[in-house]
């Protein structure tokens, strides 16, 4: 079947029409369910025998975090934010994804990493950045007076320090809420480059399976 012109400039300009996006795949109630219930280890658990999505990998690396697992969540951010072989973060991630990364190495004890990812925000004004820059403001005044200056001057992480924070660590990859009653997304034909039923088009909520 020939593709129009319009059919492969809208695929040019949203490549993710075509192959889809980061959020692609099924998300089953159940987790769901109990990440409502804030049973994040049942949910962690229940996500280690699913296929290994980028969302599902991400709400993982989220319930880590919950959990108190911050090394954990770590290592699973780190594999979808840092490109392979590098210190350097792949471009195409999202400012949620850097959060949450930020989010664990301040909770791991490594705040100026934190603050690293943070300056690569795409947007100035993200609420978790602003939450956790606070958090290590407060922290960083409570310092004594020369670990206070090493931090200052050096940017120098403490041994064994430990970032206290007033909010809930983590967020998940898509609206935990909405997404137990939300329909299955149905194709527009008015739209070029439309998804089918079942998938899902950028910044949609996944699909959630029975």
Request: glycine share 8%.
């Amino acid at each position: 079947m020939s593709t129009t012109k319009n059919e492969k400039r809208s695929t040019r300009q949203n490549p993710s029409a075509a192959k889809g996006t980061e959020q692609e795949g099924d998300v089953p109630k159940r987790v769901i369910g109990l990440i409502l219930k804030e049973n994040y280890a049942a949910a962690y658990d229940a996500m280690r025998v699913l296929p290994r999505t980028p969302v599902l990998l991400h709400a993982m690396a989220v319930c880590a975090l919950r959990m108190g697992k911050a090394a954990d969540a770590v290592n699973l951010f780190r594999g979808m934010s840092v490109s392979a072989g590098t210190t350097i973060l792949k471009p195409e991630i999202d400012d949620t994804l850097k959060v949450n990364y930020a989010t664990a190495l301040m909770l791991a004890g490594l705040p100026s990493g934190a603050l690293d990812i943070l300056y690569e925000l795409k947007g100035a004004e993200h609420p978790g950045a602003e939450q956790i820059r606070n958090a290590i403001a407060r922290w960083a005044n409570g310092l004594s007076f020369w670990r206070r200056w090493d931090w200052k001057l050096n940017r120098i992480d403490p041994p064994r320090c430990s970032v206290p924070i007033d909010f809930t660590p983590g967020i998940f990859p898509f609206p935990v809420g909405d997404m137990v009653t939300a329909p299955d997304p149905q194709p527009d034909p008015t739209r070029s480059g439309s998804v089918s039923q079942g998938s899902t088009s950028p910044g949609s909520t996944p699909r959630v399976a029975a």
